[in-house]
């Protein structure tokens, strides 16, 4: 026989056992809410920076290494399972790509990996300057920090094969201008870049050249382009500087400009051209030899390119600097008119 206290008792115990399980359970989705909510705030919570920053995350990086740099370099001390739950609540876990990123201020979590997903990196951009020799150019593209350097130790035809230049000398066949490069590209792939577009640069422009211009080829255009370059220091001149060469040209007469000689005499030229520099023959000296330098002597821009296919028309054949600072030139039609113009050039050196 059941007694009735024993009775009583059953339903009691079960009650205490609902309300322990119904705490529990609140206590576990008070957990769970506190969690989320704390989640929620890591994910938009801008990361601990003072300045911009920029991170490299290498290739073949794992996500947790990811984590640790960020941890390391004390952006972020929330643990790792939050960036994972957060990669995957933003369905980019697969998608994270290695490169150089930028982080501003404000940057959050979930900004970041959407940089990340999206290969948001870093752009860094080098100029290459009209009138640059190639010599200048590789100079400068060492000092590029973050370039990865291939051209070390290969010498200019080397150079030229691996862009599929054709001649061993690859002076001129780079366009000037800005190119933008990515952590992990090289000083050679540059250059690459830059061949590709002074290509189609000349390409594009060599069908519309005027009728009689002295140049036959492309690369006498370039070989041209360059030495107008490198006499221009006005840029409305440089037309008129390429009709003066063009008429020589074209009568036979020889170039006679003293920035080839110059790029003849390489690294023994000390910033003076002399007489004597004049007179002793090289491949480049267009005072004792007839016709274009057997190379460029520089890399020439756009302008320069369009000058010697569309120059000036006129009678001069000869030009002076006009030496009051302003760089630019007196043109003459005649050598007794540019012997006056030379003099009156020395008289204002000499005030100077």
Same mark, same amino acid.
Request: with cysteine; charged share 25%; net charge neutral.
């Given at each position: 026989? *059941? ?22 359970? $609140? ?6 809410? $506190? ?23 290498? @290739? ?35 998608? $994270? ?30 100029? *290459? ?21 291939? !051209? ?35 000083? !050679?792939?540059? !250059? ?9 640069? $000349? ?44 008429? @020589?040209?074209? *009568?036979?007469? @020889? ?22 520099? !004049? ?64 003099? @009156? ?8």
């Amino acid at each position: 026989m *059941i007694m009735p206290d024993r009775i009583a008792s059953i339903p009691a115990g079960g009650a205490r056992l609902k309300i322990l399980l119904l705490l529990v359970l $609140l206590g576990l989705g008070l957990a769970c809410w $506190l969690a989320w909510r704390d989640f929620q705030r890591f994910a938009d919570a801008p990361l601990a920076l003072q300045e911009s920053e920029l991170i490299d995350f290498p @290739r073949g990086a794992s996500f947790s290494s990811i984590v640790d740099e960020m941890r390391s370099r004390q952006f972020s001390n929330e643990p790792q399972v939050y960036w994972k739950l957060l990669s995957r609540q933003m369905q980019v876990a697969s998608r $994270l790509q290695a490169g150089e990123y930028r982080l501003e201020p404000g940057t959050t979590p979930r900004q970041l990996m959407s940089m990340l997903a999206q290969g948001k990196v870093v752009q860094h951009h080098f100029t *290459i300057v009209e009138g640059w020799t190639f010599r200048q150019l590789r100079l400068a593209l060492a000092k590029e920090a973050g370039l990865k350097q291939e !051209l070390p130790g290969l010498d200019a035809a080397t150079v030229a094969h691996r862009l599929g230049i054709e001649t061993d000398n690859p002076e001129g066949w780079f366009l000037p201008e800005t190119y933008a490069w990515v952590r992990g590209d090289s000083d !050679l792939g540059v !250059l690459r870049h830059a061949h590709e577009a002074m290509q189609r640069a $000349l390409e594009q422009r060599w069908p519309g050249r005027d009728p009689g211009v002295p140049v036959k080829s492309i690369y006498e255009a370039l070989i041209l382009a360059s030495i107008v370059e490198k006499e221009t220091g006005v840029d409305s001149e440089r037309a008129q500087i390429a009709g003066v060469f063009s008429r @020589r040209m074209q *009568i036979g007469m @020889r170039l006679q400009t003293d920035p080839s000689v110059v790029y003849g005499l390489g690294e023994t030229y000390d910033g003076n051209i002399r007489r004597r520099d !004049l007179d002793t023959d090289t491949p480049y000296n267009t005072y004792t030899r007839g016709g274009l330098p057997p190379t460029p002597i520089a890399l020439p821009g756009l302008a320069a390119i369009d000058a010697v296919l569309h120059p000036a028309a006129g009678n001069a054949l000869y030009f002076v600097a006009l030496g009051d600072g302003s760089g630019r030139h007196e043109f003459s039609n005649s050598l007794d008119e540019h012997n006056r113009a030379v003099r @009156r050039y020395l008289i204002r050196r000499k005030q100077q």
